[in-house]
């Protein structure tokens, strides 16, 4: 497999990022930071206030590189994309597809299957390392269930349903699942997160969205146009599409190892005045080192047979989908661990 | 209008290479850089940057632009040489190997000569190959078979071109030496067990 880049993440407030010759160079006010090699970068993450030069953006466009830009709490704000790569006849057909309910549901059963499959393995490693657990053996019984159902949907609306119940049961687990004091688990809230773990999980779900949305981009396919997703301007539906293949495994597991090993307390949360919970600078660093830490990690791609790095796994899963689209395979194999 | 699709010279090689390899990078537009690529690209640089010079009765021109409306091709061939004695046009092209067992380099070469003998009403009988690895000219006769296999080969690629379908792949010992193969995935792709995997996966 191709070799996995840096991704670069700028927290430090007020930063200057330019190219220099072959280099990216951050500077604050007067003082450079960091000096890398432009060739060896794939993405740069930039929180808060940050600026790029007009000349390194230029040069992000042209050579792939994804520059995104999120607030200090990591909310997505913009990414800035060059000429747009691939091929004209790839992006017909994903909207050729997307106009056809039944391709539709062909690849979002794909990846919901994924999604149910891959959170149900969540909960078997806790039974697993931990024993037996009557909560957690009902709901991945039920996961099982949910699983079978979901062979031959309908509709897609009987596909998201058998989705949303599917989550329902595993985020009803998932508290069982936390072994600090004080975080606690009572639901999934988004927009904003008013507990700690939900603020976790909403930050590694914006950054992995981040990397599918460029890796996506990076195939020649459209981020925004999605087949489980419904298009919604401005919403990157494709990426989220992608994304739940990835929640439960890569995400969820990243949050409950950080909580469970003590890496970030409840002290590592500021909460503000509209009840919203948000990772404080520090912490929001200690997660991005053991992110990107995780993306180091090499597992065998379960469909492509081949050893990858995890931080490889979103474009794996958009050349797939991409071949899936130009005719190579009947069907879209999404990521599922074994 | 309709503009008319060009197939530029390169295809005719990658096409020779691996169909595939052609669709992928000529459809798709997949480039993916090893280090042949590279290496080949930094031998280039010496070609193309070069400006027309003479040599005693030799005009040696670089980076030549080249196209035949009636082919329908068109590129750029490295170094044209043009006898300004008895103005005879030899094509030469550089390679960053050595002399190759199939045409491949043969054929790109006769595509170029048939667009300089359309372009300047000439006829062209021999042109050369130059391999960096051997440090040696290849010289090439464009007899008649050259010609037809030539010929057959840019069909083929129209063909291709106007399917817009990418072939299935076909794994091989060439897929080793070539930069596509993370894009391509020829072992995961030659067959497709998208169905089986699917299935797998409802059976917890």
């Known amino acids: 497999m191709k070799k996995l880049q840096n991704s670069l993440y700028v927290t430090r407030q007020e930063s200057y990022l330019h190219k220099e010759r072959e280099t990216i160079v951050i500077k604050q006010g007067k003082d450079k930071l960091a000096q890398f090699p432009a060739h060896a970068v794939a993405n740069i993450f930039c929180f808060g206030q940050i600026s790029v030069s007009p000349f390194l953006m230029g040069y992000c466009g042209e050579q792939g590189i994804g520059l995104v830009f999120f607030t200090e709490y990591g909310k997505f704000l913009a990414r800035i994309q060059g000429r747009q790569s691939?091929?004209?006849?790839?992006?017909?057909?994903?909207?050729?597809?997307?106009?056809?309910?039944?391709?539709?549901?062909?690849?979002?059963?794909?990846?919901?299957?994924?999604?149910?499959?891959?959170?149900?393995?969540?909960?078997?490693?806790?039974?697993?390392?931990?024993?037996?657990?009557?909560?957690?053996?009902?709901?991945?019984?039920?996961?099982?269930?949910?699983?079978?159902?979901?062979?031959?949907?309908?509709?897609?609306?009987?596909?998201?349903?058998?989705?949303?119940?599917?989550?329902?049961?595993?985020?009803?687990?998932?508290n069982q699942l936390l072994k600090q004091d004080g975080f606690e688990f009572k639901g999934r809230v988004r927009r904003p997160p008013t507990d700690p773990v939900n603020a976790l999980l909403s930050f590694l779900y914006t950054l992995v969205t981040q990397e599918i949305s460029s890796a996506l981009q990076g195939v020649g396919l459209d981020p925004y146009v999605g087949y489980l997703h419904v298009d919604r301007p401005g919403r990157v539906g494709l990426a989220l599409d992608i994304l739940e293949e990835f929640r439960a495994w890569w995400c969820d597991r990243l949050a409950l190892t950080l909580i469970n090993r003590k890496e970030v307390k409840t002290s590592d949360f500021d909460i503000e005045a509209s009840g919203a919970v948000r990772l404080k600078e520090d912490a929001r660093r200690k997660v991005l080192v053991a992110y990107q830490e995780k993306k180091q990690e090499e597992i065998s791609h379960p469909f492509l047979n081949e050893k990858v790095q995890v931080g490889l796994l979103p474009h794996c899963q958009a050349l797939i989908l991409a071949r899936h689209l130009r005719g190579d395979l009947q069907h879209y194999p999404p990521f599922s661990v074994r | 209008?309709?503009?008319?699709?060009?197939?530029?010279?390169?295809?005719?090689?990658?096409?020779?290479?691996?169909?595939?390899?052609?669709?992928?990078?000529?459809?798709?537009?997949?480039?993916?850089?090893?280090?042949?690529?590279?290496?080949?690209?930094?031998?280039?640089?010496?070609?193309?940057?070069?400006?027309?010079?003479?040599?005693?009765?030799?005009?040696?021109?670089?980076?030549?632009?080249?196209?035949?409306?009636?082919?329908?091709?068109?590129?750029?061939?490295?170094?044209?040489?043009?006898?300004?004695?008895?103005?005879?046009?030899?094509?030469?092209?550089?390679?960053?190997?050595?002399?190759?067992?199939?045409?491949?380099?043969?054929?790109?070469?006769?595509?170029?000569?048939?667009?300089?003998?359309?372009?300047?009403?000439?006829?062209?009988?021999?042109?050369?190959?130059?391999?960096?690895?051997?440090?040696?000219?290849?010289?090439?006769?464009?007899?008649?078979?050259?010609?037809?296999?030539?010929?057959?080969?840019?069909?083929?690629?129209?063909?291709?071109?106007?399917?817009?379908?990418?072939?299935?792949?076909?794994?091989?010992?060439?897929?080793?030496?070539?930069?596509?193969k993370d894009e391509c995935q020829p072992k995961a792709m030659q067959e497709d067990t998208a169905d089986q995997y699917l299935r797998g996966m409802l059976e917890p």
């Open chain 1, 86 to 174: 691939g091929n004209v006849l790839l992006r017909r057909e994903q909207y050729r597809v997307s106009d056809k309910d039944a391709l539709c549901l062909d690849i979002a059963r794909s990846i919901v299957l994924a999604k149910i499959a891959n959170s149900r393995r969540v909960l078997q490693r806790e039974v697993r390392n931990k024993g037996a657990h009557p909560a957690l053996d009902e709901a991945i019984a039920r996961l099982a269930n949910c699983l079978r159902r979901c062979e031959r949907p309908d509709s897609l609306d009987v596909l998201r349903g058998l989705e949303g119940e599917a989550a329902a049961i595993y985020f009803g687990v998932f």
């Open chain 2, 1 to 180: 209008m309709e503009e008319e699709r060009l197939i530029p010279l390169s295809a005719l090689q990658h096409y020779i290479y691996c169909p595939r390899q052609c669709a992928l990078i000529h459809i798709e537009r997949f480039w993916a850089e090893n280090y042949w690529t590279a290496q080949g690209r930094v031998l280039h640089q010496r070609t193309d940057e070069g400006k027309p010079e003479q040599r005693a009765h030799t005009r040696i021109e670089r980076s030549v632009e080249v196209i035949s409306h009636e082919l329908g091709v068109q590129g750029v061939l490295d170094v044209l040489e043009i006898n300004l004695q008895d103005m005879t046009y030899t094509p030469v092209e550089y390679k960053r190997g050595k002399p190759k067992v199939t045409n491949c380099d043969r054929v790109q070469l006769c595509a170029q000569a048939l667009c300089l003998e359309e372009m300047r009403g000439v006829r062209i009988d021999s042109a050369a190959i130059w391999y960096w690895e051997v440090r040696q000219r290849e010289w090439v006769e464009l007899d008649p078979a050259l010609r037809a296999e030539t010929l057959d080969v840019i069909s083929q690629v129209q063909a291709l071109f106007s399917s817009q379908r990418t072939p299935r792949a076909v794994y091989g010992k060439y897929c080793l030496a070539c930069s596509l």
